[in-house]
């Protein structure tokens, strides 16, 4: 069967989501985008035209008439941070299933609500962590599992990225604690999902310090933690939107008892290091696992929304849980969250907790 699916927000990200849908274009009929913008909405439509022959998509400026006009199978919502939650409970209540962009709300109390009311509904409900589907991620998470790096005894990531002036003019809700959020909140989310995922071990307790150094904005530019896990390994965060003057990368490292792996790239992307001690005899010594030509994506989002979208549409076909469901997404959320407030109260926070961004508001003195 064909899932009938529409997009709410057709501004940055959006195409992404229409690549995405590209890839399954044997699964989906979008039927459906609704922005404010009729512009923004018109545009996405010639370009899914432009590969899907035949579509006959309809432009709505409010997603409530879209919802009572349309019959609907799942949504994706790449509107700005601060409505998600409420975009997706409508969207739930109305029967029909979400995927939410990252991140999927700005408090724990909301990301609390979406996954209640998906539960309630009997619906699925994702998140946009789309970085978790690339091929080394992927087969260094099979090695993961499989123990084949020993016990993880320290990890990293570090996202050092460059988000200029001229970024956070075009939209006045970038960067503000109300509907957005900082750095951590939307360059480093994915990096810091991919630290806690790979831990496989709940964080409790977080040491935060972070930074506006530079950007025109509420929320920072910079951010820094150690998570601490409760197997007693140890996560460090490293986060910027400063890199001048253009974006450098983002990695992910993991150190094991035995085994060494790094990840770098533009977006956790190409293996720099595969040294496990298992590797001979497995076959995929760090010779045949690095790609010396591998190529970096054309933007940061990368190019795992396809495949994210083909493992939504698998657990509706199955009925079970999507690898980035409400519960496990609000995981990086909640590591984000503890930052904030260990910064603001300046000493470590202890998880679980309740927190909103909205409770940053003065914290760099403005």
């Known amino acids: 069967m064909k899932y009938k699916v529409a997009i709410i927000g057709c501004g940055r990200i959006s195409y992404k989501h229409i690549e995405g849908f590209i890839s399954v274009k044997d699964r989906v009929d979008v039927v459906a985008l609704c922005d404010p913008s009729m512009d923004k909405m018109n545009d996405r439509v010639k370009q899914y035209s432009s590969v899907v022959s035949g579509s006959d998509?309809?432009?709505?400026?409010?997603?409530?008439?879209?919802?009572?006009?349309?019959?609907?199978?799942?949504v994706t919502?790449?509107?700005?941070?601060?409505?998600?939650?409420?975009i997706t409970i409508d969207c739930l209540n109305a029967g029909v299933n979400v995927i939410v962009e990252k991140p999927m709300a700005l408090s724990?109390?909301?990301?609390?609500?979406?996954?209640?009311?998906?539960?309630k509904n009997g619906l699925k409900l994702a998140v946009c962590f789309q970085n978790r589907f690339?091929?080394?991620?992927?087969?260094?998470?099979?090695?993961?599992?499989?123990?084949?790096?020993?016990?993880?005894?320290?990890?990293?990531?570090?996202v050092r990225w460059n988000r200029n002036i001229d970024y956070y003019s075009q939209a006045d809700w970038r960067g503000t604690w109300d509907i957005d959020g900082g750095t951590l909140m939307n360059q480093c989310t994915h990096g810091i999902d991919l630290l806690q995922w790979m831990n496989n071990s709940d964080v409790v307790k977080v040491h935060g310090v972070t930074r506006r150094f530079q950007r025109p904005i509420e929320a920072e530019d910079f951010g820094c933690a150690i998570l601490e896990f409760a197997d007693g390994s140890v996560g460090i965060v490293e986060g910027t939107a400063?890199?001048?003057?253009?974006?450098?990368?983002?990695?992910?490292?993991?150190?094991?008892?035995d085994g060494t792996v790094v990840i770098g790239g533009l977006a956790v992307n190409k293996f720099e290091?595969?040294?496990?001690?298992?590797?001979?005899?497995?076959?995929?010594?760090?010779?045949k696992v690095i790609d010396p030509n591998a190529k970096d994506p054309d933007s940061v989002y990368g190019k795992g929304?396809?495949?994210?979208?083909?493992?939504?549409?698998?657990?509706?076909?199955?009925?079970?849980?999507?690898?980035?469901?409400?519960a496990e997404s609000k995981k990086a959320l909640e590591i984000i969250l503890a930052i904030y407030k260990s910064q603001k109260e300046g000493k470590p926070v202890e998880l679980p907790i309740d927190f909103a961004t909205t409770e940053m508001k003065g914290v760099f003195g403005e």
């Open 108 to 119: 724990t109390k909301d990301a609390d609500d979406m996954i209640e009311c998906a539960k």
């Open 57 to 74: 998509v309809k432009c709505f400026t409010s997603y409530k008439e879209m919802l009572s006009s349309v019959d609907l199978d799942f």
């Open 305 to 326: 929304h396809g495949a994210l979208f083909a493992d939504f549409i698998d657990a509706l076909d199955n009925n079970r849980e999507p690898l980035t469901n409400g």
């Open 273 to 287: 290091t595969w040294r496990l001690a298992d590797s001979d005899k497995v076959g995929d010594t760090e010779d």
């Open 77 to 86: 919502i790449a509107t700005e941070s601060g409505t998600h939650r409420d």
């Open 242 to 257: 400063n890199v001048y003057p253009k974006n450098l990368n983002e990695s992910l490292s993991l150190f094991g008892t």
């Open 134 to 158: 690339n091929g080394p991620i992927v087969k260094t998470r099979e090695a993961f599992e499989k123990g084949r790096l020993g016990k993880l005894l320290h990890s990293s990531v570090q």
